[in-house]
């Protein structure tokens, strides 16, 4: 199991937490999604190490930005 933290802007409710947990839990090999909406961090578990253009392409087809 993988875990990679990165840090999304624009998040600042329960709704944009769904959004952004919902696009990256569709992507091939995430096991689990944690949003800290404090931080600003997303925790992603997975099967092996993720690309980060997938991970940037989900985050912003939720409507935010990956920092």
Known sequence: MTIQTYRVSGMTC???AS?????LTALDGVADVAVNLE?????VAST????????????????????
């Open 14 to 16: 329960g709704h944009c």
């Open 19 to 23: 959004a952004v947990n919902k696009e």
């Open 39 to 43: 931080t600003g961090e997303v925790r």
């Open 48 to 67: 092996g190490p993720l690309d980060d253009g997938q991970v940037r392409d989900a985050i912003a087809e939720a409507g935010f930005e990956l920092v």
